[in-house]
């Protein structure tokens, strides 16, 4: 008994979770159900009982879990509002565009930091250092516009999937990944060597600190020598970095997408501003250590002269915004401004003074032009980095390393600057000289052949239109070497728009149309190509998609008809009854017309086998009869069959209305026994049978 309530108890709980249950689980129950009734009414009641407690603990237990299962619910969907959002994909196109912005945003900040260095200054009438201060608020705008946008593109990181996770399709055909995976994307972009720390450091504000804070702060003490120091050091503690860090974008742009901007002349561009950039970057650090060599000149005549104190050189007011009674402000300043060996030995002419690379730093450190102030180091960086063994330097180990350090840098990115051009240039040559090669080949061979005028002349006007169509690229041999299912997707992504244009491929299936998408081969052909000669074996059918084709026949006695096809048209349907024909003959039917171009002419071209493969095997799409329509209708064969009918019943008409309204010449004998009416029969049964009519089988497959 005890163990049939156990039974029942289990079997209650199963039902009061809601667990769904097969049919073999039901019947062992009716079974056990079946035994319990051997019982007596002691267990019956028993087991209601049981029963009873079982549900009511059923149902408190199914409204706790359901309340938790709400809170969770509740939660998750508060956590996912607040928390990243769906994970991003890095294939898609605007991330790919971003991409490229974000790297020119990267090249906008390296030119940006290197300004900095062009905030210092030199007073020439009163011979101290100063920071421009509105040119610091310039530079230190621009680069908070870089490191905002900079910003933006850690927040998309830390949402954006890597290369090789998985991806799914939602119900707007976009790709996601589960919010599990959102924190994961995150939590790997916090732990990448090159990931969110990294980021952050080339963005932080250590240039605008030290031009804003520790600047003033040295100049006020009078330290201008740390001045210098202080500021390169910084600059090239975050510059490197910052470096690596576009080089880092850049491999991982040309990694997942192969290139980077997607033309050669952007690759040829970008290597362009990189040369550009690293000599303004020279030039700035030229600048800055010139107005070093400056400093120290004029602190050399501050200790010849009396009274003389170094705190002179530095602006009694840090940071300038103009005006010239701001800088001075006691005696002994004005005492120092009135110096003019020291003026003439250190600003007016580098000939008094050892200034070796520097020498042309005096004309800019106390000018008042900007744009000249920035014009001129870039200048010689790139003169110095683009001419080797010209630079005149000292014996101080400062100048000497720098200038090794900038011939260096020269020489490797001149080295990789002329062989990047090489590449680009080839690739964008390599196609018209091979062009060029091929022409020169083929005149040779019509010289040497003695071809006549007009056949040079066809030959010449196929190759430079095959050229102007393709620029040189053979599609076939492209995608002849992908997998197969890569290579007929392609084409019939490339070929399915056009080859619905054909109204015969209109009403067949999208597997059919694969197949011959599969099979076509585009052809151009120029104006008055002879295609094909009528009695020729049709080796081909022809799908027009621009230009006209002239189809022309003889009928009799010399007469010729002649009609127009146009895109939409085709020809070679010979091939059609020859395909579907039982029993199949293997010899290829004759061409009925004669296929001349009347202009440039794109077509595409199913060749024999194609078509005999594609009717073989999907021989149920021309047994519609909206394709034998169709294939009826614009079948040349079968127009000028039709018009050439149509004619001669029309002239028998006019004949027969002309002979009876003549009632004066009407014949004795019924009309129907006239000479006239005979002959006219007789022509009319032998221009039908003489006449190109398509086979009378054609079509009815």
Not at 264 to 286: D, Q, R
Not at 390 to 414: P, Q, Y
Not at 473 to 486: A, K, Q, S
Request: positive net charge; glycine residues 6%; contains cysteine.
């Amino acid at each position: 008994m005890i163990r049939n309530q156990e039974i029942l108890l289990v079997s209650r709980l199963h039902e009061t979770r809601g667990d769904d249950t097969s049919e073999s689980d039901e019947e062992e129950e009716l079974e056990e159900d079946d035994q319990d009734t051997e019982f007596g009414e002691e267990t019956y009641q028993d087991d209601q009982e049981a029963t009873t407690t079982l549900n009511n603990y059923g149902k408190f237990l199914h409204n706790l879990c359901g309340r938790k299962m709400q809170r969770q619910g509740r939660g998750q969907r508060h956590g996912n509002l607040f928390a990243l959002g769906g994970v991003l994909d890095p294939r898609a196109t605007w991330v790919q565009e971003w991409n490229k912005i974000f790297l020119l945003v990267c090249v906008t900040g390296l030119f940006v930091d290197p300004l900095f260095f062009y905030a210092l200054s030199i007073s020439e009438a009163y011979l101290c250092l100063f920071v421009d201060g509105w040119f610091a608020i310039m530079v230190t705008v621009i680069r908070c516009m870089t490191d905002v946008l900079h910003v933006w593109n850690m927040w998309l990181q830390l949402k954006m999937a890597k290369h090789h996770q998985p991806f799914s399709r939602d119900g707007n055909g976009e790709s996601r990944l589960g919010d599990k995976s959102a924190h994961k994307v995150a939590l790997g972009y916090f732990k990448a060597r090159n990931g969110f720390f990294f980021d952050l450091f080339v963005i932080l504000p250590l240039p605008q600190i030290v031009l804003w804070v520790v600047i003033p702060y040295l100049l006020r003490r009078g330290s201008t020598n740390a001045v210098m120091i202080v500021l390169l050091i910084i600059f090239l503690f975050q510059y490197l970095p910052k470096i690596y860090h576009s080089v880092c974008l850049l491999r991982r742009m040309q990694k997942f997408s192969g290139y980077v901007f997607g033309t050669i002349w952007w690759g040829f561009a970008l290597n362009m501003i990189v040369y550009f950039v690293a000599s303004h970057a020279a030039g700035a650090c030229w600048y800055l250590l010139g107005i070093q060599r400056v400093i120290k000149c004029l602190s050399e005549q501050c200790s010849k002269m009396h009274g003389c104190n170094t705190r002179l050189l530095a602006s009694q007011q840090p940071i300038f915004y103009g005006g010239n009674k701001a800088l001075i402000k006691d005696h002994g300043r004005l005492f120092w401004a009135s110096n003019r060996v020291a003026r003439h030995n250190c600003l007016e002419s580098y000939n008094n003074y050892e200034y070796g690379a520097y020498k042309w730093v005096i004309y800019l450190v106390s000018n008042n032009n900007r744009f000249e102030k920035i014009l001129m180091p870039i200048f010689w960086g790139l003169m110095t980095m683009s001419t080797f063994g010209n630079l005149e330097s000292t014996a101080e180990w400062m100048e000497s390393l720098f200038v090794i350090i900038v011939l260096t840098s020269g020489l490797l990115l001149v080295t990789m600057l002329i062989g990047n051009i090489k590449v680009f240039l080839h690739a964008t040559t390599s196609k018209k000289q091979a062009m060029q090669l091929r022409m020169r080949n083929i005149e040779w061979w019509m010289k040497k052949r003695k071809l006549p005028l007009k056949l040079k002349q066809r030959v010449r006007n196929y190759e430079w239109q095959r050229w102007a169509a393709m620029r040189g690229v053979d599609e076939c041999e492209m995608i002849r070497n992908l997998p197969e299912g890569l290579r007929r997707d392609i084409k019939y992504h490339l070929c399915l728009d056009l080859v619905k244009q054909v109204p015969l491929f209109q009403h067949m299936d999208d597997l059919v149309l694969e197949n011959i998408c599969d099979r076509v081969k585009s052809l151009v052909f120029t104006k008055g190509e002879t295609i094909t000669k009528e009695g020729d074996p049709v080796q081909r059918m022809l799908f027009i998609v621009r230009g006209h084709l002239q189809s022309s026949q003889f009928l009799r006695d010399g007469v010729k008809s002649c009609c127009m096809l146009g895109p939409g048209n085709f020809s070679g349907d010979e091939l059609l009854s020859w395909c579907l024909r039982r029993p199949f003959i293997e010899r290829l039917p004759p061409s009925s017309s004669t296929l001349i171009t009347l202009e440039t002419t794109e077509a595409f071209g199913l060749e024999a086998e194609d078509v005999k493969y594609v009717t073989q095997h999907f021989r149920y799409t021309f047994v519609n009869n909206k394709v034998k329509r169709s294939a009826r209708y614009y079948s040349p064969g079968w127009r000028t069959w039709a018009a050439v009918a149509i004619q001669l019943a029309w002239r028998r008409y006019k004949h027969r209305l002309t002979l009876t309204s003549l009632s004066f010449i009407r014949p004795r004998r019924p009309l129907s026994r006239s000479s006239s009416l005979g002959e006219d029969r007789l022509r009319l049964y032998t221009a039908l049978l003489t006449s190109p009519k398509p086979n009378q089988d054609d079509f009815e497959f």
